[in-house]
């Protein structure tokens, strides 16, 4: 049985529909759990395929799980290297947190200021249409990291549970447990026996993008895949979310970066 049975994530770039002849799976590469898409045709061989969409597996229709998984094993070096690649390519230039410094926040623009304090930090909400801010109360320069992510923890813990209230509303479901993720390479995760998990860094996206990802991780409580059924829920939820998962796909690129 995979690690991961009865728990989904989505990851950074997210998954397109699959094929009626492909299938989501995972495999345990180390101390790592990685997902990829098992695509059968009429080919001779195994190949083993990583691009933005991550790994991707074509095989012969004959040919037994084990012996393709064995060849993912048997890569596992090569798979771990170029998934971390290309995740690695999608990283923003790392940010110097200093006082008049921009960062996205929910589709506005929000600036850091700085001042002397003993690490706490204040939000200022803009008023009158004026962009919000927020300000860090800071013993030393080097502390701005660790409290502009506790300040924007914060903020995603005040937002998201309402989002998934209302979209489990729409499910005529009960709201399940949240918490907040720190993952490097997924914006959210399902889990029937846990909960969801969201990646607090989606604040930094516009409220549609956060909608999205909740919807999306809300669908895996009725398929816990990327089959056609789990999109139809998806569309049911947020009937757009071509059009955010593409838009998410470009933000993740500029997710912004710092020293923590």
Known sequence: MSPLSGQTELPFGDRTPLAENEVARTIALGDRIVPYVLRRS?????????????????APVR???VDVEALIRKHGDWVAQKLDAWRSRRRAEPLSISDGVQLPL???TLTIRT????????????????????TLQLRAPTDAGRVLERALRERALTLFPSRLAEYARRLELPTPPLALSSARTRWGSCSRATGIRLNWRLVHFPLHIVDYV??????????????????AHVATLYPD????????????????QWQR
């Open 42 to 58: 009429r080919r001779r061989s195994i190949g083993l395929q990583i691009d933005h969409r991550g790994l991707r597996i074509a």
């Open 115 to 134: 001042a002397p304090g003993n690490n706490r930090f204040v939000w200022h909400d803009g008023e009158n249409g004026s962009p919000p801010g927020l």
């Open 241 to 256: 979310y071509r059009a955010a998962r593409a838009e998410l796909n470009a933000l993740a690129a500029t997710c912004p």
């Open 63 to 65: 040919a037994s799980l």
């Open 106 to 108: 929910l589709g506005e």
């Open 214 to 231: 909740v919807a999306h991780e809300l669908a895996h409580l009725l398929e816990m895949n990327h089959s056609r059924r789990f999109w």
